[in-house]
């Protein structure tokens, strides 16, 4: 079987690693020139670290990144609404790691170069069209000129192509733009004097304004590290369209940021003077898209952020696409036809993505925040009179159990 993957990311690059651990062959297209290390801090939570683990690169996460050990919820105010511990510290038998995304794609990319063979990534190949037929798919690949350069012909194809997917635009070609909700997120790091523990995590503010901070590696002296900040506040209704395309990434104005920061007073750390003396960051519109009805097509099917893109909400999004990719290539080892492989995949995983990407749209487990503060919108004296320890607890368990990684019973929560 060889299995033909559309995506860079850290989904499809999972996905090469599974699929080579099962031995199914399989070559990988990214449509940019190289693969970079993008991006700024995301959590990698236990369930998928786990899978990575098993590909055996633990040791080399653990290097390049923070054992995240307790997460914060506060109101805007800077007062405590809940806490968390995390990984190991809360039962698990592996961390959650904080990491720089870049990074977290690095060490599984050289892992697929050293695997697979650095022939099997091409790199410059943008998905132009696909056809199937009953022995398999044939897919044509362009360079950025749009002059053809390859034809590839597999028995599956699997779109990792993120949430402008041009695998999901073929097979959804009336769907539309992503979703926009009217939030900006506004993201850097910078090496930074260690707050807490070190290896903390505080998330300040509900939905509809927010400031997370946490650290990503370690930084230029033991008391420093690598801080990764970011600020998500709804500036529209969510009415109009996003922000085109080539506006996701773009360069972030201190002078329209800073005084959305000035909303929040977060203790243990000085977030303004972090944001301020961070020389470059950058904003993004928060979009998501509409669970679909179905992913696999025939030989072809999505995965990652082609298959379920969500809001920045809980630590999900890089993990569901780790979870997916294992899922996918236990699948396609156990079933006689890949077409029966592929369904039962999407049974399996489409449901539980799809309820995690409402649950984001609600606030995800966050959510805890926004109920607290809609009651208590100026501060309490005793959040227990506010919402009760009962309340809050379902509200942050019931995320962590749709999305797969509930911890130890008993261990996880801490009463401050």
């Known amino acids: 079987m060889k299995a033909i993957i559309v995506g860079g990311g850290i989904g499809g690059l999972t996905t090469a690693l599974m699929l080579t651990a099962r031995g199914i062959g399989c070559e990988l297209f990214e449509q940019a020139d190289t693969i970079r290390e993008l991006g700024v801090g995301i959590n990698t939570l236990p369930h998928a670290i786990r899978e990575l683990a098993q590909l055996g690169l633990l040791q080399k996460l653990d290097d390049v990144s923070i054992r995240t050990d307790v997460l914060y ?5 800077g007062q405590e609404v809940w806490r968390d511990t995390r990984g190991v510290d809360a039962g698990h038998d592996v961390p959650q790691f904080s990491i720089h995304r870049g990074r977290l794609q690095s060490v599984i990319h050289r892992a697929v170069e050293e695997r697979l063979g650095k022939e099997s990534i091409h790199t410059g190949h ?13 897919a044509h690949f362009f360079d950025r000129s749009g002059h053809h350069i390859k034809t590839v012909r597999g028995d599956i194809l699997i779109g990792a192509d993120g949430i402008h997917s041009r695998v999901r635009e073929t097979l959804f070609p009336n769907e539309g733009p992503p979703c926009w909700n009217g939030l900006m997120l506004w993201r850097g790091a910078r090496d930074w004097p260690m707050f807490l523990t070190g290896r903390s995590m505080i998330v300040a503010g509900g939905l509809n304004a927010k400031v997370v901070v946490y650290p990503i590696a370690q930084g230029s002296s033991p008391s420093n590290r690598l801080t990764n900040w970011a600020v998500l506040v709804k500036i529209g209704d969510g009415s109009s369209p996003p922000p085109r ?7 972030g104005r201190r002078e329209e940021l800073m005084p959305h920061v000035a909303r929040f007073s977060v203790p243990h750390i000085d977030v303004a003077s972090l944001i301020s003396a961070t020389p470059e960051f950058y ?5 998501d898209r509409d669970p679909l ?3 696999s097509s025939g030989r072809v099917t999505l995965l990652g952020d082609a298959a379920h893109p969500m809001y920045p909400v809980g630590s999900n999004g890089a993990s569901q696409a780790i979870l997916d990719a294992r899922c996918l290539a236990d699948l396609l080892v156990r079933s006689e036809h890949p077409r029966q492989a592929l369904v039962a995949y999407e049974q399996k995983r489409l449901p539980m993505t799809a309820e995690i990407v409402r649950s984001n749209r609600r606030g995800g487990p966050e959510g805890v925040i926004d109920a607290v503060e809609q009651l208590a919108p100026d501060g309490f004296t005793d959040i227990d009179k506010v ?3 009962a309340q809050r607890e379902a509200i942050v368990r019931g995320y962590a159990s749709k999305a797969g990684f509930a911890a130890v019973p008993g261990l996880a929560a801490v009463r401050g």
């Open 73 to 77: 919820y506060l109101n805007r105010h």
């Open 126 to 138: 943008r998905l132009g069209a696909f056809t199937q037929d009953e022995g398999g798919v044939t």
């Open 245 to 251: 395309r080539e506006d996701w990434s773009r360069p």
């Open 283 to 287: 904003e993004y519109p928060t979009c």
């Open 293 to 295: 009805p179905y992913w």
């Open 387 to 389: 919402l009760s320890y």
